[in-house]
């Protein structure tokens, strides 16, 4: 059974920076084409999506957030880390991580792909005041 | 460009059918991945690729694409489909990804 779950601090200071772990189960982070997303989602509003990083160790990032955020893993511990500096009040939200896979498919000689976040934790809610 | 575009709110009478769309530029060279998220709950995948369900999603939900327009359809909405949804898809320039505004379904 795969299962994903995020840790992490409940409430952070602003300037502060956030570290959240997603410890994962069921998978191997070194499994072909397999890969995890943070997403954050503020209160109220919708799904945004963080940083991304693949078996591979290639990494993405928002393009809002590429300053402040990073995304790292440990394949012997089954986790995946974000760090996000100088959080703010506006970061506040429920936290998530996702697994990633993806496929494609060879449509006239042209390539099109596919990606889903097919299991996700449970959430962590942090909080950012003073 | 990196949005993606949904309908804020969308409503459907019991037992009849509703399309939720999505439109994007990335949408006409990736494929959107589709989630429902109720209240107090991790989103749940319910379309990807082409037209894929996971196990344990009902058949009446269905997808389909068409140039920069991802649908999702369901077929005989039921209480329980009340929820928001989203897209999601890898940017064009293939360095992030990015989710719809949300599309909450009220089922009348």
């Known amino acids: 059974q795969v299962t994903l779950k995020e840790s992490g601090p409940v409430l952070v200071k602003p300037t502060e920076t956030l570290t959240l772990t997603c410890a994962v189960s069921?998978?191997?982070?070194?499994?072909?084409?397999?890969?995890v997303s943070w997403i954050r989602q503020p209160p109220g509003k919708a799904l945004d999506w963080l940083a991304h990083?693949?078996?591979?160790?290639?990494?993405f990032y928002s393009t809002s957030l590429k300053n402040r955020v990073a995304i790292s893993k440990d394949t012997s511990k089954s986790q995946v880390v974000l760090t996000m500096t100088n959080m703010d009040p506006v970061d506040t939200g429920t936290y998530y991580c996702?697994?990633?896979?993806?496929?494609?498919?060879?449509?006239?000689?042209?390539?099109?792909?596919?990606?889903?976040?097919?299991?996700w934790g449970k959430g962590t809610t942090v909080t950012v005041s003073s | 460009s990196s949005e993606l575009t949904q309908d804020s709110v969308v409503s459907v009478a019991l037992g009849q059918t509703v399309r939720i769309t999505c439109q994007g530029d990335?949408?006409?060279?990736?494929?959107a991945s589709w989630y429902q998220q109720k209240p107090g709950q991790a989103p749940v995948l319910v379309i990807y690729?082409?037209?894929n369900r996971p196990s344990g999603i009902p058949d009446r939900f269905s997808g389909s694409r068409s140039g920069n327009t991802a649908s999702l359809t369901i077929t005989g909405a039921q209480a329980e489909d009340e929820a928001d949804y989203y897209c999601?898809?890898?940017?064009?320039?293939?360095?992030?990804?990015?989710f719809g505004g949300g599309t909450k379904l009220t089922v009348l």
């Open positions: 996702a697994r990633m896979l993806y496929g494609y498919y060879d449509v006239s000689g042209v390539r099109y792909s596919y990606y889903y976040l097919d299991v």
């Open positions: 069921g998978f191997s982070l070194s499994n072909d084409r397999v890969g």
């Open positions: 990083i693949f078996w591979t160790d290639e990494k």
């Open positions: 990335s949408l006409r060279t990736n494929y």
């Open positions: 690729g082409k037209n």
């Open positions: 999601n898809c890898r940017d064009s320039s293939d360095k992030h990804w990015v």
